[in-house]
């Protein structure tokens, strides 16, 4: 789209970014005078696999009802000359957790704010995982804050519209983001709720030491990842109390058996951390 697109029943203002696969706009709903956010599937990537699948995971995102996970209030399409694009509708979120985290002294959260935000990410997680459904690209750029500081979970369901794109494309690549990747998932292996809880780890771990656990080009991060051959937790140890750094190890076992098997789990553990 050269030009901001119209959309019945919302004043589209401006663009707020773009993703692998969507665009997403600031608009206004005329009828209730509220910003909402706006997604579009990406113009090249109008594809009937794209198109079912996108529209497929937008309508399951919808039904999750948690004040940790981003609110959707509509889900369809509209007509553009000759081609249908499908979008989404949500809540409108200003601040990343990565925007935050430039912002933050040392590029780190205290251990207090770091396991608030940590602990809502597995809230959210935790009742997405009970209906069955997988984030699969948790990362700073996917948890936001509202107004009163609540942080939320945004784009599920993304990282399996990149799925249905890498098979058309063939890239030999798995959906997600390498730097947050669990390693089954960088080694393209079937995948479930542990990964999920790995990737909640990796963004512990940057939130506690300032800096990303995996950092390089996307193949050498990929690399790293697949064979865990990440360095040691040591450098998180000064000054961080025991119980907690056991809770960052722990997460991030290469083996998804030897990680939590719950974010309920993980969550209790850290809950102790708060109040030890």
Excluded: W
């Amino acid at each position: 789209m050269t030009q901001l697109p119209k959309m019945p029943g919302f004043k589209i203002v401006g663009m707020l970014g773009k993703g692998g696969v969507a665009t997403v706009y600031k608009g206004i709903d005329i009828e209730l005078n509220r910003k909402v956010a706006i997604k579009f599937l990406t113009p090249d990537f109008r594809q009937p696999l794209i198109e079912a699948r996108f529209a497929k995971e937008a309508q399951l995102a919808a039904n999750l009802y948690h004040s940790n996970i981003v609110s959707i209030f509509d889900v369809g399409y509209i007509i553009e000359g000759d081609q249908s694009i499908n979008y989404i509708v949500m809540e409108f979120l200003e601040e990343t957790l990565k925007t935050r985290l430039k912002k933050a002294p040392g590029f780190r959260l205290t251990p207090g704010t770091a396991l608030g935000v940590a602990g809502a990410v597995l809230k959210g997680l935790t009742h997405a995982h009970k209906e069955k459904i997988l984030h699969r690209d948790i990362k700073p750029e996917n948890v936001m804050f509202r107004g009163d500081g609540t942080p939320v979970i945004m784009d599920f369901g993304i990282a399996r519209v990149m799925d249905a794109l890498t098979q058309l494309t063939r890239t030999g690549m798995t959906a997600g983001t390498p730097e947050y990747m669990s390693p089954e998932q960088a080694l393209g292996n079937i995948i479930d709720h542990r990964s999920d809880i790995f990737s909640t780890g990796i963004i512990l771990y940057e939130l506690l030491a300032g800096r990303q656990m995996f950092e390089g080009e996307t193949m050498h991060i990929y690399s790293l990842v697949r064979e865990a051959r990440y360095e040691p937790l040591d450098n998180l140890k000064p000054g961080l109390p025991e119980k907690l750094y056991r809770v960052v190890d722990r997460a991030l076992a290469k083996e998804p058996d030897d990680r939590y098997q719950t974010c309920g789990e993980m969550l209790a553990d850290l809950e102790e951390c708060i109040f030890e």
